[in-house]
């Protein structure tokens, strides 16, 4: 009996899926997995901090906060003090699901207590875009 190629590679998949997850899984819930968190209060001179928050603000893995975030990085974080940088730092590195921090910023759901401080301001102020300028990337180098 010859088997479609559909039904191949149906069964193909099945195959590759029970391979994957071995027995140790079976107790573990992998609909959802936390990302992990990163150590904010770490010490780290603030030139490091920022140049870390620059390429951190550009590659969130969504598209919207990667222009939000990395067009606010580009002209505001170099002229940030420690304090304002800290904020910044725990602002997109505790939240552990990106489109909370996206919704806080564009006044779609109410900001936590922790996350509304000067910095988020200006994040919501940039992301209204009043210049109405087009936002793109900036570079990394």
């Known amino acids: 009996m010859l088997r479609s190629p559909s039904r191949l590679a149906a069964n193909l998949i099945r195959k590759v899926q029970a391979a994957s997850f071995s027995s140790n899984t079976n107790d573990v819930d992998t609909t959802y997995m936390e ?3 990163y150590d ?3 010490p780290q001179p ?3 901090r920022k140049a870390r ?3 951190q603000s550009r590659k969130r893995g969504m598209l919207e906060n990667d222009l939000l975030l990395s067009t606010f990085a580009k002209k505001y974080l170099d002229s940030f003090n420690e304090n304002q940088t800290m904020m910044y730092d725990r602002l997109i590195n ?3 699901n990106d489109w909370d921090i996206f919704h ?3 006044e779609k759901k109410p900001t936590p207590k922790e996350f509304d401080n000067e910095v988020m301001d200006m994040l919501k102020k940039h992301a209204k875009n009043e210049e109405r300028s087009a936002l793109t ?3 990394l180098y």
Do not use: A, G
């Open 104 to 106: 806080w910023i564009v």
């Open 53 to 55: 928050l620059h390429y």
């Open 46 to 48: 603030l030139d490091v």
């Open 40 to 42: 904010v209060e770490k």
């Open 137 to 139: 990337q900036p570079p």
């Open 35 to 37: 990302i992990p968190v």
């Open 94 to 96: 505790s939240p552990s």
